[in-house]
């Protein structure tokens, strides 16, 4: 009886324990696999040393190593500047600069490739001062064929220069059966009221190429190929340059108003420099007057007076005795009439909102100065 007790005892502890054994590894703590893939490292050969003058166009070099596999591609960003340019000294502002590894919003920023040297063409003109230099940082990372990140992104910062400005030149076309005649601010062109006419332009660069232009009229930049509201730039052909052509129909919703018409370019270069564009100075800018102008002529005047008899009388002053170089006198308390008539240039296009014989109504203005020469040949107003 004893011995069948002992026996029982034993098995039931056999049961028990195979249990927990079972158990327990349902209850072991599940551990991350040990990634032991080491992130590859990143060098930039040859470039200008940090902080130095460049041109716009700078050749940059670059090469990765991984010590347990192979560099597969890399990822670069631009920036307007380094937050440090003491990396080890300022490590906290270093953390905080682009690093694709470290955030994923800097991730999207990068560009991949798998180059391992470029010309790069950095912006070298401050859009906002218009400085011909402006800062400028080169960012990159080398990433290896497990998709590790190198952690410490290579960084280089120096100043792009440009040596000038593109400058815009004009021609206006605006009689079709013309060839078009260069623009020449010292003498305008006038062209009549509701004709259409053409501006052609064209600009050149010490920076290689024009990337873009932008032309603005009537309060509008242009073009704006997607009729959101947001200019775009036309981008010319450069080999030959292109010469852009606009033509205005100058009616309809399209009408130019009677007066002087400015019509300005900004022309953009490979380096990011853009032209001026002025109605002030003139740079960049055409200006083409609207409406000829009208003639006026005063052909005689009548002078009513009363004499020393006390008898009304009149002199008549032709045009010649009008306009000569000798001041007429007239009696006191005397009354002037003028005859006088206008008329449009024949160019002008009369407009069609008046009845026929469709005449443009003709309106004037007039001033006067009055003075009085007294005895002493003393002047008065």
């Not at 502002?93 to 991949?112: C, M, Q, S, T, V």
């Not at 400058?167 to 009549?192: C, H, M, R």
Request: aromatic residues 12%; proline residues 8%; contains cysteine.
């Amino acid at each position: 009886m004893r011995l069948r007790r002992v026996t029982y005892a034993v098995e039931l502890t056999i049961v028990t324990l195979v249990v927990v054994l079972m158990i327990l590894p349902a209850c072991r703590k599940e551990v991350e696999p040990l990634d032991r893939n080491r992130p590859p490292e990143t060098f930039l050969t040859t470039a200008p040393p940090e902080t130095t003058s460049a041109d716009y166009r700078v050749h940059l070099y670059w090469h990765g190593v991984d010590k347990d596999g192979v560099v597969t591609k890399f990822m670069w960003y631009r920036s307007d500047t380094l937050l440090t340019l003491d990396p080890l000294g300022e490590p906290d502002i270093e953390l905080l600069d682009w690093n694709p590894e470290a955030r994923k919003d800097d991730y999207l920023k990068g560009r991949f490739t798998t180059k391992t040297d470029t010309i790069f063409i950095f912006t070298g003109f401050d859009t906002n001062t218009g400085a011909m230099q402006n800062r400028q940082a080169f960012h990159i990372v080398a990433v290896d064929d497990g998709g590790m990140i190198d952690p410490s992104p290579k960084r280089l910062q120096f100043f792009a220069r440009v040596k000038g400005i593109p400058k815009v030149k004009f021609w206006t076309q605006l009689d079709p059966g013309e060839p078009p005649q260069l623009y020449d601010s010292e003498n305008l062109d006038t062209i009549a009221m509701f004709t259409p006419f053409k501006l052609f332009f064209t600009a050149g660069t010490v920076n290689n190429i024009i990337s873009g232009y932008r032309w603005i009229y009537s309060g509008v930049v242009r073009p704006d190929f997607n009729n959101d509201g947001v200019p775009d730039w036309y981008v010319p052909v450069f080999d030959p340059p292109e010469t852009v052509a606009v033509e205005l129909t100058n009616a309809g919703e399209e009408m130019l108003p009677s007066g002087d018409f400015y019509f300005r370019v900004i022309a953009r270069d490979e380096a990011g420099a853009l032209s001026k564009s002025d109605i002030i100075t003139g740079e960049g800018a055409c200006n083409i007057v609207i409406n000829h102008d009208p003639d006026t002529r005063i052909f005689r005047a009548e002078c009513f007076f009363r004499n020393k008899r006390g008898v009304d009388s009149m002199i008549v002053l032709e045009y010649d005795e009008l306009f000569d170089v000798k001041p007429d006198t007239l009696p006191y308390y005397s009354r002037l009439r003028f005859h006088y008539a206008g008329w449009d240039d024949p160019k002008d296009i009369a407009t069609l909102q008046y009845p026929p014989p469709n005449e443009v109504p003709i309106r004037f203005q007039f001033m006067f100065e009055r003075f009085g020469i007294d005895e002493n040949q003393n002047t008065s107003s």
